[in-house]
């Protein structure tokens, strides 16, 4: 409940003479109390009277000029000043045409549309939002509005930037080289949803529920195959069909795959399980020492030996190593011994280690390559060597390239990086923490195609603040 506090003297002087700015066009201020809110913060309240326009006067049935029939006092939220908030009020005149019975209320041309509040609170409010490091709660105690009003604010802002008439998504203004694909978690439950960005700005061109094929047959028909003749390429990961839907609609585009995905296939189904099954087969046969040996070498084994001598060197200068990706941490190993003595001796112990070594290496040459069959010689060698081994695992990983043969080739002439992929899930993710979960789909979406398209400057140069 609104009271208004008992003012001195002094401040009923001050605040008869704090006028509101002029941008209010035809409100006069007459008089300001101060006001305390429901949420306990002061308010200043500027009462005055809105000026009568002619335009007001005329009824849109008849032309004829109506009079007053009644007085409706109004309210608006306006810019706040420092901590303390500012309402408008003032009395709002309803007008009554004899001739044909029609009746309206007077305009407020500094009027919010579907909101109490003005036009340069709308805006300050939009601004916020656009810079994009705010939250809907952070803006909404900044501005001293609710949090379903900054909402709908930012509803509509994205809507105006990123769609037509609020229902369809722009079509991209430019043509691009490459696209990206990918699903992420929306929902509990196994909801997903499915971005495809350009891969040379980062931007999210098409976001749609589901992982199916059916999302890149209606991003090509939203788009058109006159632009999708444009694009060279898409990148994607092996777990998907989007593959075949992309070639059963444009033949002409080369699908890759790139370094993250098969490394990361690679570490996860066949580097971690062959790990696994050897410990387990070493304790069956007794072999607890040698089975010891294999606990917390997950990190070990996945690196390269580049990045293990930087660690030794940097573990041996003093610097903490992180639990789990420092031998220095598991019992029995010295500070002497380090991660390359350690890892070679892995490799002397146990034939099928020596090999994950090899194919890991393998890999990582084959994708530094620029000619296209060489990197296919590569590659086949690779598929070879995991078929020899007769590991289930090695197998597995044996028919993943072969079955992807053609795109994971592909990147020797055509370098697209998971990066920007990456970096999309990453903000994804940032979003939904920062907003607690976004329950509104609608909203979520258009919330990522404007994150996407803002990048972040760190230290920016004096010179460019002055400019």
Known sequence: MNYTQTLTQSQELCLNHFLIPNTLRGFHN??????????QRDAYCMHGILEVQETDKVCSGCGKVMHINNRKPCTLRHLSIGATLMHVRFDRPQF????????????????????????????????????????????AEITGLGKNTVKAIDLKRLKELYTIDGEVLKKPEDYTR?????????????????????????????????????VVYDFIEHVGLKWMDHVEAVACDM?????????????????????????????????????????NRLKNEGNIEAAAALKKTRYILMSSRETLIRKDNEARNGKIIKEGSSLFNIPNITRKEGHEVRYDELLKENALIFTLDVVKEKLRYAYTLNDESKMADEISSIVEICQATKNKHFQWFGRLLDNHFEGIIAHATIKISAGKIEGINNKIKTLRRQGYGYPDDEYFFLKLIDASRKTYVRNVPSHKICD
């Not at 007459?30 to 949420?39: D, K, L, V, Y």
């Open 178 to 214: 490459y696209l990206g694909i990918d699903e992420f978690k929306l929902h509990d439950g196994h909801k997903y949803a499915t971005h495809i960005i350009d891969m040379e700005t980062g931007h999210i061109l098409w976001i749609a529920h589901g992982k199916k094929k059916q």
């Open 96 to 139: 009554y045409c004899v001739s044909c019975r029609n009746s309206k209320m007077q305009s407020v041309p500094f009027k919010a549309e579907n909101h109490f509040i003005t036009i340069e609170l709308e805006n300050y409010t939009r601004d916020l939002l656009s810079i994009g490091t705010y939250t809907l709660k952070q803006v």
């Open 239 to 279: 777990n998907s069909n989007y593959q075949e839907a992309f070639e059963e609609k444009c033949e002409h585009i080369q699908v890759v795959f790139d370094h993250f995905h098969i490394i990361k296939n690679f570490n996860d189904k066949v580097i971690n399980e062959v790990r696994k099954d050897e410990q």
């Open 30 to 39: 007459t008089n300001t109390t101060i006001e305390t809110t429901r949420s």
